[in-house]
């Protein structure tokens, strides 16, 4: 068996005394694990560590095998390890893959998506939103994707303040009534209406983190959410990150 095709590295790990067994992401193979012989030589380190990407070929004499890589460098994406921030996106991004992905199913487009945020990570500003993003994707590719186009009670797509920490759809002012208090406020960020008090990104992770740890942790992989998300969520509020504007 064998493929050929480009994958970031999103964990390593040591095998032996010279070599690593490294998971990347790939468009068409998705989370793939190989050993890859020689990788633990300090001449190798920084091409396989997490955020780089890889040149790679896959082989194994059976389908079901570990099987090795013969990798080459692209991209190593230095500069997430430069600064501190980024760092913690990346530890949180490749945690949350390990966590929530089968081996060998394939999500291009939460690959694309992967690859567009690692880039923006590294080149530094304001990318807070853009991780938001990535988190309502990744629900979305594993089946708890979020409703936020129309109210869940009246159909309106005006006036949405809320979302349903039940269903993941958005609930208008009107619509919620006396038990907006049970519901979770969906800022200005993700499409909510009114004041946000500034709050928009810390309010859209409120509403990610809430369905990673209800849906995705306790129904579908049965273990806690990786401690590295919560870490960055504690640094991009630290970082004072976050958007006015609603994305289109």
Not at 20 to 43: C, D, F, N, W, Y
Request: proline share 6%; aromatic share 4%; net charge neutral.
């Amino acid at each position: 068996m064998e493929w050929q095709g480009e994958g970031t590295v999103i964990a390593r790990r040591p095998h032996g005394e010279t070599a690593v067994i490294i998971e990347v992401l790939t468009p068409l193979q998705g989370r793939h694990l190989g050993l890859v012989p020689g990788g633990a030589s300090q001449k190798r380190a920084a091409m396989l560590q997490p955020g780089a990407l890889l040149s790679l070929r896959w082989r194994a004499r059976q389908e079901g095998q570990l099987g090795s890589f013969t990798a080459e460098p692209v991209r190593l994406r230095a500069g997430l390890m430069a600064d501190s921030l980024a760092l913690a996106g990346l530890n949180a991004v490749c945690a949350l893959l390990v966590f929530a992905l089968p081996e060998r199913d394939p999500h291009p487009a939460l690959s694309f998506a992967t690859e567009a945020l690692l880039d923006l990570m590294e080149r530094g500003g304001d990318w807070g939103a853009d991780y938001l993003d990535w988190e309502m994707r990744l629900l979305d590719e594993m089946g708890f994707g979020l409703d936020l186009t129309s109210c869940a009670v009246t159909g309106a797509r005006e006036g949405l303040a809320y979302v349903s920490p039940r269903s993941g759809r958005a609930v208008s002012r009107e619509g919620a009534g006396e038990w907006a208090e049970r519901l979770l406020p969906l800022p200005a960020l993700m499409g909510g209406a009114g004041d946000n008090r500034g709050r928009g990104l810390a309010e859209g992770l409120t509403i990610t983190g809430h369905f990673l740890r209800e849906r995705l942790a306790a129904e579908l992989v049965g273990k806690p959410l990786p401690a590295a998300r919560e870490r960055l969520v504690r640094r991009l509020s630290a970082a004072g990150q976050g958007g006015a504007a609603p994305r289109p």
